[in-house]
Nanobody
Framework: QVQLVESGGGLVQAGGSLTLSCAASGRAFSSYTMGWFRQAPGKEREFVAGISWSTDNTHYADSVKGRFTISRDNAKNTVYLLMNSLKPEDTAVYYC?????????????????WGQGTQVTVSS
């Protein structure tokens, strides 16, 4: 299976932008649906965005729709999360995830592989 390493987190002011990257190593990256989740202190891990094998099927949480964009480059074994118009409530640890099915699931329990997470902090 794949191994995942996130990067790109940091501190940004409200209204700013960040791009997260998730590099995958291992076999058959293109056979995995990829996703981003986030977890704020004291809260459950929540779905942010997902993209299927073929890249033509994407899903977003209502809270980020229109502000965040998920994309993948199968040649580089990398998935990205472009985050615009960031809000303080976007502050969380962001996790990259993978599942070996051609569909996005909103439940974190349905994802098989996880990265270590990267902190995103949005100041007001």
């Amino acid at each position: 299976q794949v191994q995942l390493v996130e990067s790109g987190g940091g501190l940004v002011q409200a209204g700013g932008s960040l791009t997260l990257s998730c590099a995958a190593s291992g076999r058959a990256f293109s056979s995995y649906t990829m996703g981003w989740f986030r977890q704020a202190p004291g809260k459950e891990r929540e779905f942010v965005a997902g993209i299927s094998w073929s890249t033509d099927n994407t899903h977003y949480a209502d809270s980020v729709k229109g502000r965040f964009t998920i994309s993948r480059d199968n040649a580089k074994n990398t998935v990205y999360l472009l985050m615009n118009s960031l809000k303080p409530e976007d502050t969380a640890v962001y996790y990259c995830a993978a599942r070996p099915f051609n569909s996005v699931s909103l439940s974190y329990k349905s994802w098989d592989v996880w990265g270590q997470g990267t902190q995103v902090t949005v100041s007001s």
